[in-house]
């Protein structure tokens, strides 16, 4: 298993860039696909980007694509989301989550405890 902490969450203003960073703890993160989810208020959590356990491949919500981008370092254990262009609706409290063999199912099994995003218009 891994823990994961998320950082980077803040208020910002429509247009700017953050940079979200989910740290993993234990020794086989490298092993782990990596994705991003977030939950707006009264709404669902929902898929916003994944990467898989080697960083080849990447894929997005449609929502984000080309404004967000997911990476990782494996040799520092964290997964990052880039995040520009920021828009009001991108508000939201964000989750990192691990998992084994789930690149394309997204069934992943631990979370973190997310950190919260606001933009304002």
């Known amino acids: 298993q891994v823990q994961l902490v998320e950082s980077g969450g803040g208020l910002v203003q429509a247009g700017d860039s953050l940079r979200l960073s989910c740290a993993a703890s234990g020794r086989t993160f490298s092993r782990y696909d990596m994705g991003w989810f977030r939950q707006a208020p009264g709404k669902e959590r929902e898929f916003v980007a994944a990467?898989?356990?080697?960083?080849?491949?990447?894929y997005y919500a449609d929502s984000v694509k080309g404004r967000f981008t997911i990476s990782r370092d494996n040799a520092k254990n964290t997964v990052y989301l880039q995040m520009n262009s920021l828009k009001p609706e991108d508000t939201a409290v964000y989750y990192c989550?691990?998992?084994?063999?789930?690149?394309?199912?997204?069934?992943?099994?631990?979370w973190g405890q997310g950190t919260r995003v606001t933009v304002s218009s």
């Open positions: 990467i898989i356990w080697s960083g080849s491949n990447t």
């Open positions: 989550a691990a998992g084994l063999g789930v690149y394309l199912s997204s069934k992943y099994d631990q």
